[in-house]
């Protein structure tokens, strides 16, 4: 009777291990996680962008290219950035082109695609982003200009960066 007893028990914890094991994800197919996403407001530039940091989980390939699809907060058509991946970095950090009518408090869709040098899709990444701060906290023009930072003449008389006649990016097509 112990025999048999223990040959259930066995054949019982052989299944259960098993099917566990089956149900563990090990991320061997991940080749990157998001380790960081913000909105940047540079105040001095007067300009907003989306940074967004990836994590390598395993090592990286030469050729690979990051395809980012960032939703255009002022509408039409998403900012895509392709954008070389170096083997070597402990991170790599994905920014867009300049943004206008940023909301605060709104999410704002990315996608992200690692392709190798042969285009052939690796890995895709969805995400949001939503930013606390609204765009019209930046000022109108730059602050600083050139390699010295020196003031900005434009805005000689208004310290905030903001310009009574300056025009505003239409953002009646805003998403």
Request: aromatic share 6%.
């Amino acid at each position: 009777m112990p025999s048999k007893f223990r040959l259930i028990a066995l054949g019982a914890a052989l299944i259960a291990a098993t099917v566990l094991g089956a149900c563990r994800d090990t991320g061997k197919e991940q080749l990157f996680a998001i380790s960081g996403k913000l909105f940047e407001f540079n105040y001095r530039l007067g300009i907003a962008t989306y940074v967004i940091t990836l994590r390598p989980l395993r090592p990286m390939g030469e050729g690979q290219v990051a395809v980012v699809n960032f939703q255009n907060p002022a509408g039409g058509d998403p900012l895509i950035v392709n954008q070389k991946i170096w083997p070597k970095l402990p991170h790599i950090t994905l920014t867009s082109p300049p943004l206008s009518c940023v909301v605060k408090d709104k999410p704002y869709s990315v996608t992200i695609r690692i392709e190798d040098s042969s285009g052939t899709l690796l890995q895709s990444l969805e995400t949001t982003m939503t930013s606390t701060e609204d765009q019209t906290m930046l000022p109108d023009r730059p602050l600083v200009i050139g390699p010295k930072y020196e003031l900005n003449p434009d805005l000689a008389g208004h310290p905030d960066g903001k310009l009574p006649d300056e025009p505003k990016p239409d953002c009646s097509k805003a998403v």
